[in-house]
């Protein structure tokens, strides 16, 4: 299945995202995508506290609590948000 990351609107749940990571059995990063257990995450950045991955170190989390994880939407987001940047 091909997902279309802006139609989906799902970046936002990387944002302000405490709860729902304390709520999730897994996270996903899509920086790096992989998918982990949440209770590995232990570190988070903001006043509206941003989970930061414990495998990469980027705020890019998102909680299993909120949104199906695939490996198929991690890596496609990665490609939206983090490919571009690299070819800067």
């Not at 970046?11 to 897994?26: A, I, T």
């Not at 909120?66 to 571009?84: A, D, G, P, Y």
Request: net charge negative.
């Amino acid at each position: 299945m091909t997902y279309n990351v802006t139609d989906l609107g799902v970046h936002h749940f990387c944002n302000d995202n405490k709860l729902g990571v304390q709520e999730s059995q897994r996270c996903g990063c899509f920086c790096c995508c992989r998918i982990f257990p949440a209770r590995d995450v232990t570190e988070y950045v903001g006043t509206a506290p941003r989970a930061v991955c414990p495998l990469c170190g980027i705020d890019s989390v998102l909680p299993g609590a909120w949104i199906e994880l695939t490996t198929e939407l991690l890596v496609e987001m990665e490609q939206k948000w983090f490919s571009l940047r690299k070819e800067d």
